[in-house]
């Protein structure tokens, strides 16, 4: 099992930068495929990024694809979002989320992973 706990949110300007982490508890953080996902008000939870266990692969929604880079250190048991050039319409709460059945793969849908963390809020003012 592991937990998950965000952290970077906050309050910025358009056309800024924010950076969000996410740290794992558990000695086998390796070994789980990881995403990031966010949820507006009103709206479903969609898809941000993900990165299998390594970090050989990377995906991205095509809303941040070229803004966002999704990366992680599993000597530090992390994964992170460097988020550039923020748009009003990226505001939302931030989740981390672990999968570890294949994590081999980069996974999307957000029924698949296992374990979420609390959410961070990100906002961007215009």
């Known amino acids: 099992q592991v937990q998950l706990v965000e952290s970077g949110g906050g309050l910025v300007q358009a056309r800024g930068s924010l950076r969000l982490s996410c740290a794992a508890s558990g000695r086998t953080f390796s070994s789980y495929a990881m995403g990031w996902f966010r949820q507006a008000p009103g709206k479903e939870r969609d898809f941000v990024a993900a990165?299998?266990?390594?970090?050989?692969?990377?995906y991205y929604a095509n809303s941040v694809k070229g803004r966002f880079t999704i990366s992680r250190d599993n000597a530090k048991n992390g994964v992170y979002l460097q988020m550039n050039s923020l748009k009003p319409d990226d505001t939302a709460v931030y989740y981390c989320?672990?999968?570890?059945?294949?994590?081999?793969?980069?996974?999307?849908?957000?029924?698949?992973?296992?374990?979420w963390g609390q959410g961070t809020q990100v906002t961007v003012s215009s």
């Open positions: 989320a672990a999968e570890r059945d294949t994590p081999q793969y980069v996974l999307t849908g957000p029924g698949v992973y296992d374990y």
């Open positions: 990165i299998n266990w390594d970090g050989g692969s990377t």
